[in-house]
């Protein structure tokens, strides 16, 4: 199994930078399809962003594309969403998910990952 927390999360004005992190523990986490969601209040749940393990093919939702980045570090067992030019918008719970067999069309479903984070709270002001 694999167990992930998040942190990084907090309060910056529109325009500024955050970098998230994941923490996963599991002997298996490089094997690990990672992906980033985002919930705002009254929102359904939304794909962020998604990296497969060897990090060579990653997948954005349109609306951060060109602002976000994810990327990972198999030897610390961390996933990283680092996040720019960030807009009032971006306001939502963040949330970091892994499955062990992720197929590529399926990655942007929320509902195809096994784990969760408890999420982390990134609130962008104008």
């Known amino acids: 199994q694999v167990q992930l927390v998040e942190s990084g999360g907090r309060l910056v004005q529109a325009g500024g930078s955050l970098r998230l992190s994941c923490a996963a523990s599991?002997?298996?986490?490089?094997?690990?399809?990672m992906g980033w969601f985002r919930q705002a209040p009254g929102l359904e749940r939304e794909f962020v962003a998604a990296?497969?393990?060897?990090?060579?093919?990653?997948y954005y939702a349109d609306s951060v594309k060109g602002r976000f980045t994810i990327s990972r570090d198999n030897a610390k067992n961390t996933v990283y969403l680092q996040m720019n030019s960030l807009k009032p918008e971006d306001t939502a719970v963040y949330y970091c998910?892994?499955?062990?067999?992720?197929?590529?069309?399926?990655?942007?479903?929320?509902?195809?990952?096994?784990?969760w984070g408890q999420g982390t709270q990134v609130t962008v002001s104008s």
């Open positions: 990296i497969s393990w060897s990090g060579g093919n990653t």
């Open positions: 599991g002997r298996s986490f490089s094997s690990y399809v």
């Open positions: 998910a892994a499955d062990p067999s992720m197929d590529p069309s399926i990655a942007t479903m929320a509902s195809a990952y096994d784990y």
